[in-house]
């Protein structure tokens, strides 16, 4: 971070809340906590300050953004639900499920928030500092992660600023959150498809709707200008320093990132170590992901080995994660 540059920082609370909403209202860019992880805010029926979002992100134009909303109702407004995305709405908002969904005719989201695509992808956050921004703003609010394209997500004010400061306006601090990975994102289309593993897993999502999801190809090509699925770059989520998957043995010059108790031979010459859930909890394990790969990135290890997860519930969206840290940045 460079010290000279500055965004205004809040401590969450009414005064915080209504500073966000004004800041919104007059096309500013707020970070703010939600349940999976920091969020980028800005209006989504606001072209300008969703081309100031992109650019204080780095991101690619092409990658649409997902539309956050305090309500049911307020989701209605925007986007077309039909039996199977209500189902999903009402039995997982709020919470860390996103919905892509074909857009109504009066939809407010600006073309540029959804990439110029006729689907618009909707969230009911469950953070209360979220649920209030969205009351008093009383809009839909677009929010990527709030960190730079490329960098892994945000899981407390201190990850934003790191990556942010000087390049939005407003950060407000909620403390750290409690889900630590994205929400889960459905298409529904003629098929509910996975696009994104998530903070729901696909099991809960399949007991409602009473069969499986379809799935997206998983990795598209991230040199490819038309990712298959827009969101699926492959190397989204990457930090500096390159990451081994599945680890057996920790080498010379290796960090380790640890899941469970079980001894890795060389693990007592890891250049740092740390563990993502002791007890193998996979939500306690999500709830630490990033901000653990954040901090053994700046250990100047040669690489950062990684115990095997188990891939069932939360352990899909970890792995997922895991996978495109893997593949290194774009
Ligand atoms: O938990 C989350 O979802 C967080 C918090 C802040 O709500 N947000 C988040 O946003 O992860 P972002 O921008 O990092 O990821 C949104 C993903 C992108 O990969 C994007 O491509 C996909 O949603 N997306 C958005 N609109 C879409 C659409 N119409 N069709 C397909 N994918 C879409
Ligand atoms: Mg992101």
Redesign the pocket.
């Known amino acids: 971070m460079n010290p000279a540059l500055k965004s205004q920082i809040l401590a969450a609370g009414e005064a915080a809340v209504a500073t966000a909403a004004r800041t919104l209202a007059g096309g500013g860019l707020v970070a703010f906590p939600?349940e999976?992880?920091?969020?980028l805010g800005a209006d989504a029926a606001n072209p300008a300050a969703i081309a100031r979002l992109y650019q204080a992100k780095g991101r690619p134009a092409f990658?649409?953004?997902?539309a956050?909303v305090g309500d049911l109702a307020a989701a209605n407004k925007i986007a077309r639900f039909d039996a199977d995305a209500l189902k999903l709405a009402k039995a997982f908002w709020p919470g860390?499920l996103?919905l892509?969904l074909p857009k109504t005719e009066g939809c407010t989201v600006a073309d540029l928030a959804?990439?110029g695509?006729d689907?618009?992808?909707v969230?009911v956050?469950a953070h209360p500092v979220a649920r209030d921004i969205l009351r008093a703003f009383g809009g839909p609010v677009v929010?990527?992660?709030?960190n730079l394209s490329g960098h892994v997500?945000p899981t407390t004010a201190a990850h934003v600023e790191h990556d942010l400061a000087g390049l939005i306006d407003l950060i407000i601090d909620g403390g750290p959150v409690e889900v630590g990975v994205?929400?889960t994102?459905v298409?529904c289309f003629e098929q509910p498809t996975l696009?994104?593993p998530?903070?729901v897993p696909r099991e809960d999502i399949e007991r409602v709707l009473g069969r499986a999801l379809a799935q997206a190809p998983r990795e598209a090509d991230a040199d490819s200008a038309q990712?298959l699925?827009?969101?699926?770059?492959a190397s989204?989520y990457a930090p500096r320093t390159r990451v081994r998957l599945d680890a057996e043995d920790v080498a010379p010059g290796e960090a380790l990132l640890a899941f469970g108790l079980h001894r890795l031979h060389g693990a007592d010459r890891a250049v740092a170590i740390m563990n993502l859930s002791a007890e193998r909890d996979l939500a306690e394990a999500a709830a630490n992901l990033f901000g653990y790969l954040r901090s053994l990135d700046a250990k100047g290890a040669t690489t950062i080995a990684v115990m095997p997860i188990p891939d069932e519930g939360l352990g899909e969206a970890i792995n997922d994660r895991l996978r495109r840290a893997a593949l290194g940045r774009a």
């Open positions: 939600t999976t992880v920091y969020g990658n649409p953004l997902i956050h860390p996103t892509v959804t990439a695509l689907t618009v992808a969230r956050p929010a990527p992660s709030a997500s994205e929400s994102i298409g696009l994104r998530g903070g990712p699925a827009p969101g699926m770059l989204h």
